[in-house]
């Protein structure tokens, strides 16, 4: 009786996509794991055309960091894989986590060759709408993470009618923080008419009582 290594080995033989066939056999394994609920369970070697950067990313890279990024990738090798959700609509992989991750297989050559054109991700069990507050959520549990980019994701909830409230569960925010970010990128003057509820009036009406007296210290000097 023949044992499953040498099955595998005898089918990705005869395989004509032998990429395609290891997807397939993880796809199967992934099926019956009991580890299910972890995305990295069923990591999965994807054309790099046929994954897409998101429009909203709020992480930035310094070019100094991007050269030690495509040395490490270079040296061992990708220890971690893209984080995507499947744009069914696009019927691509959009990019929640590990935007310059998938740079330097696009910018290097020898890294492109290497990994035949194809980059390692894993896919979120997300609705496509809710890939912004992901990507949030995982640049900001690594401290990274741009005011730029972050104000951009937080204005396009706002203007979406996202709740306050939801947009702090979504993206693991502290009102008075929502608040800050909001008057350092001057949306306060874009959401002057906004609606907001009692609680975030309440910081509100706080930051606008210390501006204030900040005001009037600055006069007595």
Known sequence: MMDIKDYLKQEYDKASDKFAFLNNVREILYSFSPEKANPVERVLWIPMEDIVANNYNPNS????EMRLL???VREDGYTMPIVTIRDEKLKKYVIVDGFHRN??????????????????????????DQRMASTVRHNRARGSHSVDGMSNILFNMLRDGVPERKICEELGFEMKELVKLKYITGFAKVFKNYKYSAAVEKVVDEKRVARSG???????K
């Open 70 to 72: 495509y040395t490490s």
């Open 214 to 220: 900040v005001e009037i210290n600055k006069d007595k």
């Open 103 to 128: 740079l330097v297989i696009r910018k290097f050559k020898d890294i492109s060759e290497r990994c035949h054109g194809r980059l390692p991700i894993v896919v979120i069990d997300k609705d496509i």
């Open 61 to 64: 890279v310094a070019d100094k």
